[in-house]
Structures are given as structure tokens and as C-alpha cells.
């Protein structure tokens, strides 16, 4: 599906400037290099689309990369104002769950209430156990208080161009990809990230008082499961996810003991 302007009228509306890129390497690169050298051109919730991507780029490293025209690339500039450090942890996981939100609202809208959709911390989205979605949140350099967040959203990809078995997609769901599918899951994703962050920065990062933290507890099916963390240091963590902590962190317990993750791989363990 060749992306034009007119197929986003809902998605525009939502975001303070809307772009398409006809093919390029990373949205985000693209966005975190634009806004570094013209701010004022690229505000708070100004977009970046594209349907052919070819040098993406996940968490840790990882390498995200589809056929063109299989998946849609989505990079969002967000002024996280004067929120601490700490409370900047929150901003992939707020992406992660209104990314959820718009994932669910059009499959039961469009299959029913047949599909399980959830958030894996930190940030995936996972249809049935399967991911359809992965985030990266990249700062600006110089310009601290700009944060690009990525989204790669599995749309038209077959099953024999899923990169893994553990991959799904909204085609191989049953879904027929529309321009007005891709419109509506972009334009929910984006209100609802608009949303959350709106509600984070009105209480000063405090996301109790927010009420994002309940928010993103309850869209995360990592909390209450048995998972496997391969932490920054190469080591692993194995245990139950009992909650986030105050600044999103994934709380597991081991035993009798519980730590506090900021950083790390999670495997649900089945």
C-alpha cells in the first residue's frame, strides 16, 4: 500500500505536523536529526511515517528491518518539559500503552473479542503471546527535554515474512489492510500517547497520581507472570513480575527477595 497524505486525515488531525517519508532508513534517525537542527519546525507530537524502512533499528541494538510496504514505521517527537530522569522511564512505557489501546480497539472492532492483546515490558505489544509491535525511544542530543519515540507495527506481513515464530501481524490475524485500518490504529496510538503524556506532565512525572501507573499495569501481561530477565551485565534474573515500581521499573520476585529492573530483556517463561 503506497502511503499518501490523504490516506492519514484522522492521524493528521492528532499530530501537531504530519510527514511521510517515501522510503528511508530510520524514522527516528530522521526525526532526532531534523529536530536537532530545527526545533521550533518539529513540535511536541509532529510525525514521521513511513511504509518503507530499511535501516530500523530495536532495543539493545537489534536490527529492525520488513519487506516494503509490510509494515508501518512510526517516530512521534515528545516534550518531556521538565519531568526528572527518573520519571523519563515512563515515556516508552506510555508509548507501549496507547499503542495497546489502538492495537485491541481495531482488532475487536474488526474480529471481536477473539484475540488477547497485551504490553510486554517494556514496551512490545503482543497479540495472543505474538508480537505485532516493538518501540524505541531515543533523546535528542542536545535538547534533553526532546524525546523521538519509534513504533514498528506489523501490518501487511504474510507468515513467511514474519522475522520470527514468536511474530504476528495484523494480515496473518485475518485483517485486510486498508488505508483506513493503518489511518485509525496511527490516529488511536497517537491521541492515546497525547493522552497518557499529557496526564504525566500535569502531575510532574508523579504516575500514581497520574493515574498512568494503573494505566500501564493493566495493559501489561508481564506483571503476574513467570519471567526470565538477561539483565545489562549479562546476568539473569528468574522469577515472578509482581509490579512497576514507581518510575515504571519491573519489579520480580526471586525467593524471598525482590529487585527492581530498569534495564533488561524479558522472556515470559510458559
Excluded at 52 to 74: F, I, K
Excluded at 178 to 186: A, H, M, S
Excluded at 252 to 267: F, M
Amino acid at each position: 500500500m503506497t502511503l499518501h497524505a490523504e490516506n492519514f486525515r484522522r492521524a493528521a488531525t492528532v499530530a501537531t505536523r504530519f510527514a511521510i517519508a517515501e522510503r528511508t532508513g530510520s524514522t527516528n534517525a530522521d526525526l532526532v536529526r531534523d529536530h536537532a537542527l530545527d526545533a521550533s519546525a518539529w513540535p511536541h507530537l509532529s510525525v514521521l511515517v513511513t511504509d518503507d524502512q530499511t535501516d530500523g533499528r530495536g532495543r539493545l541494538g537489534r536490527v529492525w528491518s520488513a519487506p516494503p510496504g509490510s509494515a508501518l514505521a512510526v517516530s512521534v517527537v515528545l516534550d518531556v518539559g521538565d519531568l526528572r530522569p527518573a520519571d523519563r522511564g515512563w515515556v516508552p512505557l506510555l508509548a507501549g500503552a496507547a499503542l495497546t489501546r489502538a492495537v485491541a480497539a481495531q482488532l475487536t472492532a474488526l474480529l471481536g473479542p477473539t484475540h488477547t492483546v497485551r504490553m510486554k515490558w517494556p514496551n512490545d505489544v503482543l497479540v495472543d503471546g505474538r508480537k505485532i509491535s516493538g518501540i524505541l525511544a531515543e533523546v535528542v542530543p542536545g535538547i534533553p527535554d526532546t524525546i523521538v519515540v519509534g513504533a514498528g507495527i506489523n501490518t501487511a506481513m504474510t507468515a513467511e515474512q514474519l522475522p520470527v515464530p514468536t511474530a504476528t501481524s495484523f494480515a496473518t490475524l485475518g485483517v485486510s489492510i486498508t488505508p483506513d485500518l493503518v489511518d485509525t490504529v496511527l490516529a488511536d496510538y497517537l491521541a492515546a500517547l497525547g493522552e497518557l503524556m499529557g496526564a504525566l506532565l500535569l502531575e510532574d512525572g508523579d504516575a500514581v497520581r497520574a493515574g498512568v501507573h494503573a494505566e500501564v499495569e493493566a495493559l501489561c501481561g508481564t506483571i503476574g507472570s513467570a519471567v526470565r530477565v538477561h539483565l545489562p551485565d549479562g546476568s539473569e534474573l528468574v522469577g515472578e513480575a509482581l509490579r512497576l515500581g514507581p518510575h515504571g521499573e519491573l519489579v520480580v520476585r526471586n525467593g524471598p527477595d525482590e529487585t527492581s529492573v530498569v534495564a533488561g530483556d524479558v522472556v515470559h517463561v510458559r
